[in-house]
């Protein structure tokens, strides 16, 4: 079922989601709800890498007023633009720099100290055909309302990179992110880095030299000891890829130290 319709094609995007419920629980009143889709950048069908920074509210809309209706899509939920202003009327926020081919992570809030919703970019190809080595950050300004916020640059991968792999972590003092493997402008690695408050740091994890690998994680080790190193962390599961000039079937399981 089609619920949906960006006005051009395109791949090599990434994006992410977000639902109110799973991460805040139920709002009080007059709050409501909201699940979210996003997606950034990608490349369309001229050539062109895309920078832009979208949003799709998937709650239809449940009366049939055609003037609540999405002008591209009648009765089919809205795509419109993440701004630095008015969600409706304010400038398009268009990513730092357009690419494809890379990949986000997104932290969830915490309101009991301002933590706000974030989402990290990592890596890609821009519109030159060189890899990006920027890691750009945007923070929404609303925990309750995650439609507008503002972008900044945060880090430096060690090795622009394109088809890698990022995910969230945690350590004793907070959130942490890694990076796996990716293409260079030299070779396909097998690389893992860290990064905390900014800084990125390698690994002496190695994993096989490879792109464009899934990626899935899950959180705590509950068979474990509370006094066990291992306990309460993230599982990372890199499934498949495009090694150097094969397809690799292998899963690979493994913790970040």
């Given at each position: 079922m089609q619920v949906a319709q960006l006005p051009v094609g395109i791949y090599g995007h990434s994006g992410f989601a977000i639902d109110s419920f799973f991460y805040l629980g139920s709002l009080p009143w007059p709050l409501g709800s909201f699940s979210y889709i996003y997606v950034m950048g990608?490349?369309?069908?001229?050539?062109?890498?895309s920078d832009e920074f979208r949003i799709l509210d998937i709650r239809e809309n449940p009366t049939g007023n055609t003037s609540d209706d999405n002008p591209r899509n009648p009765r089919y939920p809205f795509w419109s633009y993440v701004r630095a202003g008015n969600p409706?009327?304010?400038?398009?926020q268009y990513?730092?720099?357009?690419?494809y081919d890379f990949d986000v992570v997104m932290q969830w809030p915490d309101p009991?100290?301002?933590?706000?919703?974030?989402?990290?970019?990592?890596?890609?190809?821009d519109q030159n055909g060189n890899y990006v080595d920027s890691v750009d950050v945007f923070t929404f300004t609303d925990v309750y309302g995650p439609n507008t916020g503002t972008w900044s640059t945060i880090s430096t991968l060690p090795?622009?990179?394109?088809g890698l792999?990022?995910?969230?972590?945690?350590?004793?003092?907070?959130f942490v992110y890694h990076v796996f493997g990716?293409?260079?402008i030299d070779e396909v690695i097998g690389d893992v880095f860290t990064m905390k408050d900014g800084n990125i740091t390698p690994n002496a994890l190695s994993l096989i030299p490879k792109q464009g690998a899934g990626l899935f994680y899950s959180f705590s080790a509950p068979d474990r000891p509370a006094s066990d190193p291992w306990a309460n962390?993230?599982?990372?599961?890199?499934?498949?890829?495009?090694?150097e000039d094969e397809l690799d079937p292998y899963v690979e399981k493994f913790q970040v130290p």
């Open positions: 990608g490349k369309e069908a001229d050539g062109h890498v409706q009327n304010g400038p398009i990513m730092p720099t357009g690419r009991s100290v301002g933590e706000q919703w974030k989402v990290y970019v990592f890596g890609g190809t090795k622009p990179a394109a792999n990022a995910a969230i972590g945690s350590d004793s003092t907070g990716g293409r260079t962390t993230f599982t990372y599961y890199r499934v498949a890829g495009l090694a």
